[in-house]
């Protein structure tokens, strides 16, 4: 996605339109920068990015509090000429009247929120890198497992769905079903969400969609979640071979981002959703620095040379 409606950060901060005249329908950001404009509002416009939202807080506040009324309608007036995508009040300063007439003058949204600026910069930041990200789609499930991001893969009908089912009733949570959409963050970090049209939404065969958070409660989803690994479920044949001991390693790339990915095997009676389960904690083992396979491989180390002193 290359640019977010205003209003939909509006409706995500539950931030104050104190503009409700403007229509905002054709008002986008496109820069997942914020910038608080204390240079601006003293004159200093060089360098200055009209495509980031301007966020006034304390410090802005407070230096213009020591300046004459007339030097400060000049100052905002200079701002709201560049076509910025908005201003933002934070503490819940009160902007004065003639402000906002100047602001409908120069068709310039002006919101405001009770949150201090940190706080709204941390959450804002956040919200313009996960909606402005490189963004694809793939067929799956995504579910929080023991606070890793585990995307089911798989043809349909191996049960990708039914295990996500099984893994909210042992507590776990789902964060999107049948379709999920990875943004890439970082060279390290992918998150992944539903479609806004899928969220909470799943679909069983034989019974059809069911809301899992009308049906097992909000601790039972989750809006979005970094991927940390990838089970890919394949239907078990007698000719082929798995790697049963988990010596190889295996990986899958999306947006250039590499995952570490297991292939497990699915026939009928087995317990997909257990072991993913299982797979999840001895993953977070590894990243902890302890790794079975490698015990295993002391343990034998040692019985060899226990049986060769003899």
């Given at each position: 996605m290359d640019r977010i409606a205003l209003q939909e950060i509006i409706d995500a901060m539950q931030l104050e339109n104190l503009t409700p005249e403007l229509a905002l329908d054709d008002v986008y950001v496109d820069s997942t920068e914020v910038n608080r404009p204390a240079l601006q509002l003293a004159g200093y416009y060089d360098y200055f990015d009209e495509h980031r939202i301007q966020v006034i807080g304390k410090v802005e506040f407070s230096y213009l509090e020591t300046l004459p009324e007339e030097t400060v309608i000049q100052a905002y007036e200079r701002l709201f000429r560049h076509h910025i995508p908005c201003v933002i009040f934070t503490r819940g300063y009160e902007v004065p009247p003639e402000i906002v007439t100047l602001a409908l003058k120069y068709q310039m949204p002006l919101l405001s929120t009770e949150m201090n600026t940190s706080k709204l910069l941390a959450r804002l930041m956040r919200l313009l890198e996960v909606r402005l990200a490189p963004m694809i789609a793939i067929h799956g499930v995504l579910v929080d497992v023991y606070g890793e991001g585990v995307l089911i893969l798989g043809e349909s009908g191996l049960g990708k769905s039914e295990a996500a089912l099984e893994l909210v009733k042992r507590g776990h949570r789902m964060v999107a079903d049948d379709a999920v959409e990875l943004r890439r963050l970082s060279e390290t970090e992918l998150v992944g969400s539903a479609p806004e049209m899928t969220k909470n939404l799943m679909e069983l065969r034989g019974i059809g969609v069911v809301d899992v958070k009308a049906l097992y409660g909000v601790q039972s989803v989750k809006d979005e979640m970094a991927v940390s690994m990838v089970i890919r479920l394949k239907y078990m044949q007698r000719e082929e071979r798995f790697d049963r001991l988990g010596g190889s390693e295996e990986y899958v790339e999306y947006l250039g981002n590499r995952l570490p990915c297991f292939t497990v095997p699915v026939s009928p009676g087995r317990n997909v959703a257990v072991i993913v389960e299982t797979a999840a904690v001895n993953f977070?083992?590894?990243?902890?620095?302890?790794?079975?396979?490698?015990?295993?491989?002391?343990?034998?180390?040692?019985?060899?040379?226990e049986n060769n002193k003899w």
């Open positions: 977070r083992q590894k990243r902890m620095g302890y790794d079975a396979m490698e015990e295993l491989q002391r343990r034998l180390e040692k019985k060899m040379l």
